[in-house]
């Protein structure tokens, strides 16, 4: 999402996509870290769904994210679990680190990076940004048949601070990229509407040939190639984690 769109939805992300992962890839990552160990980054942390229970684990782990809003309520949630967390704002392409031994690109945030261009921007950002034997891996959604739709459809009705939260959406394909729009509404408990506001991005569904191939023209190779947070491949797979090494 934009920063605007995520911005307008820090305040319900932990009903909205917090609860839309099916598979744990908190405990994925925060094994992946306490192995490796160092100094671990997340881009696009968010409201810290992932960054807050590995600091918790006792994992050195930072965070840049491009939204304000966002930002400001993983502070909010971090001060509830007593967290003092390292959060900065900055995007995929353009952030502040000190060395990095890990650095993580979870949740299909690659996603949002709808070019060539933008793909090795990010891809140096993060060479430039590691140590010698660092790591990067990024997870994504393994791309399927998507077909534009004109009318507004439910994804989901979901409980939310004692009332209602819904979100519809609807899809135009534009060549490689998905036009998303979603349209938010909060509701009390007895279904009255309390707030509603649209959102509007793009992503791309790129493919591992499409991520390894830019990562190799700058200076990467593939170490581990993951299925839905475990260690196996199989054709069923919904995400894919790429684990790359410098040359």
Known sequence: M???SYDRIAAVYATDMGQS????????????????????????CGTGRILLPLLASGIGIAGIDQSPGMLGQLQQDAKALRLQPEVSLGSLTAFTTP???TILAPYAVVT??????????????V?????????????TFIPRPVQSFSDFRQDYRRPHQGGILQREKRITVAGDCNRIERRYTVMDAAG???????TLDEIRPWTEAELVNPAIANGFCVVANHGNYTANRTANDQFVTLHFALA
């Open 21 to 44: 992962m099916a598979f744990d890839d908190i405990g994925y990552y925060r094994a992946l870290c306490q192995q490796r160990g160092g100094r671990t980054l997340e881009l696009g």
């Open 99 to 101: 060395p990095c031994n």
């Open 112 to 125: 949002y990076l709808c070019d060539v261009s933008q793909l090795a921007a990010f891809f140096l950002a």
């Open 127 to 139: 060479k430039q940004s590691l140590v010698a034997d660092g790591m990067l891996v990024v997870d």
């Open 192 to 198: 009255l509407v309390e707030q509603s506001w649209t």
């Open 2 to 4: 934009s920063r605007e």
